[in-house]
């Protein structure tokens, strides 16, 4: 079964727009959600938030955890063409020892066109 | 530069072969992570090693995988009698430690197809 579930699969957007990117999650003894970004092979670290309601910022990236809703959101204002990649997000939970994994979404496809 | 390294950057091999892929993480990083994307899908845990403890396993999908990390450092990932299915981009990473595990520096992958 899916624990990281991202939506929306795919986006296409024009320049200057605003998009929203979804992740809800279930795992249990949650310890941390991460965003990256997936332009060719390798992503690339965006944020990792731990609480619920604290906002990150990038530029013109933020993202937001709901730990009681059990998810979070990735928002980036004024899109350009560079933003265009798959947008990843995981989930790292405490196995109870130092080992443990991460679990991926399968990304959102975002699509900026000039 | 001083990121993760991968070789080769593209393997194709015929099906039933053996292959190793290379993974250089960062110096110093003790934690080093193997995943699996596949065409349209998200990256799939493989195995995890963090220092000298036991390796976390759990994400291998079949006895055919197998990894190694010799010295605390370079690992290789270990593919016996490769199918169809194997074919991906294999993804490795590294970081500092457990407790930094979110944040993984990805090396540039390594693209395999089975023919």
């Known amino acids: 079964e899916d624990k990281v579930v991202q939506s929306p699969l795919s986006l296409v957007v024009h320049e200057g727009d605003t998009v929203t990117l979804n992740c809800s999650y279930e795992v249990t003894n949650f310890r941390s959600l991460l965003w990256y970004k997936q332009e060719k092979k390798a992503p690339t670290f965006l944020f990792m938030l731990?609480?619920?309601?604290i906002e990150k910022k990038s530029g013109r990236l933020s993202s937001i955890l709901d730990k009681k809703e059990l998810f979070s959101i990735l928002n980036i204002t004024a899109t350009q063409t560079g933003d265009s990649a798959i947008y990843l997000c995981?989930?790292?939970?405490?196995?109870?020892?130092?080992?443990?994994?991460?679990?991926f979404g399968r990304g959102t496809q975002l699509t900026v066109w000039p | 530069g001083a990121g993760v390294s991968q070789s080769p950057s593209n393997k194709v091999t015929e099906k039933g072969k053996d292959v190793e892929l290379r993974c250089d993480p960062i110096?110093?990083?003790?934690?080093l992570y193997w995943y699996r994307q596949s065409l349209g899908q998200g990256l799939e845990f493989l195995i995890y090693?963090?220092?000298?403890?036991?390796?976390?396993k759990s994400g291998l999908p079949s006895d055919r995988f197998s990894a190694e990390r010799t010295g605390g450092s370079v690992s290789t990932l270990t593919i016996q009698r490769t199918q169809q299915e194997d074919s991906a981009v294999y993804l490795c990473?590294?970081?500092?430690?457990?407790?930094?595990?979110?944040?993984?520096?990805f090396g540039p992958g390594t693209r395999l197809t089975v023919l």
């Open positions: 990473a590294s970081s500092l430690g457990a407790r930094t595990k979110g944040e993984q520096f």
């Open positions: 110096s110093g990083h003790t934690a």
């Open positions: 731990t609480s619920s309601g």
């Open positions: 995981a989930v790292d939970h405490d196995r109870g020892s130092t080992l443990g994994r991460l679990y």
């Open positions: 090693f963090q220092g000298n403890s036991a390796p976390d």
